[in-house]
């Protein structure tokens, strides 16, 4: 069974590798939706996967250290990418959800990252 919780945070980012003639490399932010997905077995006894609000404790935390934040300057998002910042909330979420198997990250309505670790 598998099963996601959604999260949005806003958050102001630059990037500082691309030519200076792109439009990114200008301060800029966006809302972002971030869907965590869990996979596992079902408990027949209390017939979920996990508490949805389980997941929300993990991830709401590390949501809170992004939004309405500089991404630039969170420590590991000095080139905060769409990929890059779904595989740094990856790498926090994770050690608190093993039954995590992929997030979606999207930054505008048409556009983000999936990572599967």
Same mark, same amino acid.
């Given at each position: 069974?598998?099963? &996601?919780?959604?999260?949005?945070?806003?958050?102001? +980012? &630059?990037?500082? /590798?691309?030519? @200076?003639?792109?439009?990114?490399?200008? =301060? +800029? *932010?966006? !809302?972002?939706?971030?869907?965590? &997905?869990?996979?596992?077995?079902?408990? #027949?006894?209390?017939?979920? @996967?996990?508490?949805?609000?389980?997941? #929300?404790?993990? @991830? *709401?935390?590390? @949501?809170?250290? $992004?939004?309405? #934040?500089?991404?630039?300057?969170?420590?590991?998002?000095?080139?905060? !990418?769409?990929?890059?910042?779904?595989?740094?909330?990856?790498? /926090?979420?994770?050690?608190?959800?093993?039954? $995590?198997?992929?997030?979606? $990250?999207?930054?505008?309505?048409?556009?983000?990252? =999936?990572?599967? *670790?």
């Amino acid at each position: 069974m598998v099963i &996601f919780k959604q999260f949005t945070f806003d958050s102001a +980012h &630059f990037l500082s /590798k691309v030519p @200076v003639t792109h439009k990114c490399r200008e =301060i +800029h *932010g966006h !809302t972002y939706h971030l869907t965590i &997905f869990l996979d596992g077995p079902l408990d #027949k006894e209390l017939g979920w @996967v996990m508490d949805f609000a389980d997941i #929300k404790q993990v @991830v *709401g935390p590390v @949501v809170d250290m $992004l939004d309405h #934040k500089m991404l630039n300057n969170i420590p590991g998002l000095e080139n905060p !990418t769409c990929e890059l910042l779904a595989e740094w909330i990856w790498n /926090k979420v994770k050690p608190g959800l093993p039954l $995590l198997s992929k997030i979606e $990250l999207n930054e505008t309505p048409t556009s983000g990252a =999936i990572y599967t *670790g």
